[in-house]
T-cell receptor, first 116, second 113 residues
Framework: EAGVAQSPRYKIIEKRQSVAFWCNPI?????LYWYQQILGQGPKLLIQFQNNGVVDDSQLPKDRFSAERLKGVDSTLKIQPAKLEDSAVYLCASSAGMLGRGGEQFFGPGTRLTVL | GESVGLHLPTLSVQEGDNSIINCAYSNSASDYFIWYKQESGKGPQFIIDIRSNMDKRQGQRVTVLLNKTVKHLSLQIAATQPGDSAVYFCAENSGGSNYKLTFGKGTLLTVNP
């Protein structure tokens, strides 16, 4: 079974530029998550999708971050404009259902973003 | 602030020893907990989970203990191997039925051969 795919793996941009990350979840997984992991910290949930609908985006900085999952499969996360503090690894995860009920989250390798 | 934290940021053990990684949580309403392993350059990998109606769960070489009285979670790794070297995170379900995970800061486990 193929895992969660993310691209690019690395991205370096200057502050105030825009950047987009792409995620392809495990086939058939209805739930998709985007996390931000700052160096030395645990992942922090940014947004959770159930199919193409948003379940939770309470920690997404909506003035600069946006995410979509138009067809309920792939997802993109965008930052516009980027700030220095956005430097982090952005992780995508997917699950077949609810946690503890066959809904284990599978993580992709992440995209490491460096903002200069 | 974060509701999940770790007592020890680093842990160094000898190969073959048992390892214990601890985690404190503050949300008494959390009903589900997971331990993840994260190797360098990779995403977190599920190790073992436990629901709040249990106090112990065993897997292959790993055991998770939950003490709801003091809001404490631990991960025990038996016969630690060099391949166990990684950062370990505990996570709790803080979102009720939406299953929103809150991660702790992580503990770096180093296994010396």
């Amino acid at each position: 079974e193929a895992g969660v795919a993310q691209s690019p793996r690395y991205k370096i941009i200057e502050k105030r530029q825009s950047v987009a990350f792409w995620c392809n979840p495990i086939s058939g997984h209805a739930t998709l998550y985007w996390y931000q992991q700052i160096l030395g910290q645990g992942p922090k949930l940014l947004i959770q999708f159930q199919n193409n609908g948003v379940v939770d985006d309470s920690q997404l900085p909506k003035d600069r971050f946006s995410a979509e999952r138009l067809k309920g499969v792939d997802s993109t996360l965008k930052i516009q404009p980027a700030k220095l503090e956005d430097s982090a690894v952005y992780l995508c995860a997917s699950s077949a259902g609810m946690l503890g009920r066959g809904g284990e989250q599978f993580f992709g390798p992440g995209t490491r973003l460096t903002v200069l | 602030g974060e509701s999940v934290g770790l007592h020890l940021p680093t842990l160094s053990v000898q190969e073959g020893d048992n390892s214990i990684i601890n985690c404190a949580y503050s949300n008494s309403a959390s009903d589900y907990f997971i331990w993840y392993k994260q190797e360098s350059g990779k995403g977190p990998q599920f190790i073992i989970d436990i629901r709040s109606n249990m106090d112990k769960r065993q897997g292959q070489r790993v055991t998770v203990l939950l003490n709801k009285t003091v809001k404490h979670l631990s991960l025990q790794i038996a016969a630690t191997q060099p391949g166990d070297s990684a950062v370990y995170f505990c996570a709790e379900n803080s979102g009720g039925s939406n299953y929103k995970l809150t991660f702790g800061k992580g503990t770096l486990l180093t296994v010396n051969p």
